[in-house]
Structures are given as C-alpha cells and as structure tokens.
C-alpha cells in the first residue's frame, strides 16, 4: 500500500525563491528520505532523517520530521532552475521502502 | 563511471512476449532492488533481493521474477507481458541494512507494450 504521500502535487516559483514540499505517511518509520528525479532519469538520494531527530540540513535543504503528525517538508533555498525535478519521500516499514507520487517543481528563470 | 546501469534504456514489444531487464551496480552493495513506475509517477517496491533474502511484494504477478547470476546483478524477467505492463522499470542498490542506506538508482527501462 502507498506510504507517503506529497504535496503539493505540482509547484511552480521563480528562481531564488524558497520551495517547500510535504510529505505525510500513515504508520510508524525508522527514517525518512528524500529523493529527486530529473526528467527521464533515476532517482538520486537527497538526505535521510531518523526517526529521532527533527531537522537536517544539507546545503540549500533542510529537512524536518514531526513523527506525532506523520509528517515531513522538504525546504529548498534561493532556488535555481537546475532544482527543476520531481522530489519524493521514502519511507521503510518493515524491509520495504514506500514512495509517494511526488511533487513536480519547476523553477522558472 | 555509471553506478547502477539498465539495459536495455527503451523496451517495445508484443502483448505476450517474454522479455528481460538487465542491471548491473559496480557499488559493491549487498542489495539490490526493482521499482516500477506508473505514468503517474507512483513509485512502487517489486523487489528486494541480497544475497541472502528475495523479499518479494505480494502484489506482484509470478509473470514477474528477478534473477540475480552474482552480487552485481539483478536480472528481471517478465513473461507473457500484457498492457498493463507498460511503465518505468527502475534498478537499484544500497549497502546492507535496508533502510538505513541510501538508494542509487539507475535511469530506468521504458517498457512499452503494444
């Protein structure tokens, strides 16, 4: 059954604005992951956040999880056309990963 | 050099015929898995395999089967294709632990069947 779920579905913003995605999920994870997919290619991992802990960073991505709400957001800073992806949340329950349906950004130059 | 690679990229055959999906990670990882991918972009587990454990999703044909010749490889064979095949196939692998590791994925198979 799908875990996470994205939203937006789409977002469209100008460059060197802020992004932000969400993602919430319906059972209890050990971590959770973002991933981005440019068009026509495969996913590529973006940060991991464990259960435990409630904000990451990574460059121009901060990353935060509230477990009570089952839910996460994707922040992408001063954005550049080159973030133009799709971006999804992963989540591992049991063995198995689950993935959203994504949110599809565009950053417009 | 390319970490997880699929061959072939694009796939168009007949309702019916068998086909396979090659793919091959040079990242040294214990496990390796296969997604497909709907056109709406749902992401979905077929497979997880190491050299230990076939975890398989239980909404998955038996048309369906991953065949793994050594650690490196995850093959997937699908026979008697039908339309509702059609999607992205993606490849990919991670270190032991499930989960805990990053997935790297390869640039997917589109399979199309007419």
């Known amino acids: 059954s799908q875990q996470g779920e994205e939203d937006p579905q789409a977002l469209s913003i100008q460059e060197g604005e802020n992004a932000t995605m969400n993602c919430s999920y319906k059972?209890?994870?050990?971590?959770l992951q973002w991933y981005r997919q440019n068009s026509g290619r495969g996913l590529v991992h973006l940060i991991l956040?464990?259960?435990?802990?409630r904000e990451k960073h990574s460059g121009r991505l901060r990353v935060t999880l509230d477990t009570s709400k089952k839910s996460s957001s994707l922040l992408i800073t001063a954005s550049r056309a080159a973030d133009t992806a799709s971006y999804f949340c992963?989540?591992?329950?049991?063995?198995?990963?689950?993935f959203g349906t994504g949110t599809s950004l565009t950053v417009i130059p | 050099d390319t970490a997880v690679s699929q061959t072939p990229k694009y796939l168009v055959t007949q309702m019916g015929n068998d086909k396979s999906i090659k793919c091959e990670q040079n990242?040294?990882?214990?496990?390796m898995y296969w997604y497909k991918q709907d056109s709406k972009k749902f992401l979905k587990i077929m497979f997880s395999?190491?050299?230990?454990?076939?975890?398989i999703n239980e909404t998955v044909p038996n048309r369906f089967s991953p065949k793994s010749p050594d650690k490196a490889h995850l093959n997937l064979h699908i026979n008697s294709l039908e339309l509702g095949d059609s999607a992205v196939y993606f490849c990919?692998?991670?270190?032991?632990?499930?989960?805990?590791?990053?997935?790297?994925f390869g640039d997917g198979t589109r399979l199309s069947i007419l």
């Open positions: 990919a692998s991670s270190q032991a632990g499930t989960g805990v590791q990053p997935q790297h």
């Open positions: 059972t209890s994870i050990n971590n």
């Open positions: 956040i464990r259960s435990n802990e």
């Open positions: 992963a989540t591992l329950r049991g063995n198995q990963f689950y």
């Open positions: 990242l040294g990882h214990d496990t």
């Open positions: 395999y190491n050299n230990k454990e076939l975890i």
